[in-house]
């Protein structure tokens, strides 16, 4: 399976804009779904988009219109766009494959990026 490594985290003030970025170290073309989880320390990793292979995209409720996921599947590359964050979102992110449609082959987590929303 591809292993993950996510970058591009950083200090953001509210209502700025971030992308994240994800580098697999293999293809990604094959994966069923690519996503991207938060957590706040001390909270449940929660999951904030995802992009299925054939291009359907979901968010989480929280997020949408102001998130947006997007994997390049010639560069084996899954980004996170962020835009309009909010003070209540710093947050480890991390991005996961999932393998199949029964949510039973997910991959390794990754070390996560650091997103730290302030004035």
């Known amino acids: 399976q591809v292993q993950l490594m996510e970058s591009g985290g950083g200090l953001v003030q509210p209502g700025g804009s971030l992308r994240l970025s994800c580098a697999a170290s293999g293809s990604i073309y094959s994966i069923y779904r690519m996503e991207w989880h938060r957590q706040v320390p001390g909270k449940q990793r929660e999951l904030v988009a995802a992009e299925w292979r054939s291009g359907k995209k979901t968010y989480a409720e929280t997020v949408k219109g102001r998130f947006t996921i997007y994997r390049e599947n010639v560069k084996n590359m899954v980004y996170l766009e962020m835009n309009s964050l909010k003070p209540e979102e710093p947050a480890v992110y991390y991005c996961?494959?999932?393998?199949?449609?029964?949510?039973?082959?997910?991959?390794?987590w990754g070390q996560g990026t650091l997103v730290i929303v302030s004035s």
């Open positions: 996961r494959s999932d393998g199949d449609a029964r949510g039973t082959d997910f991959g390794p």
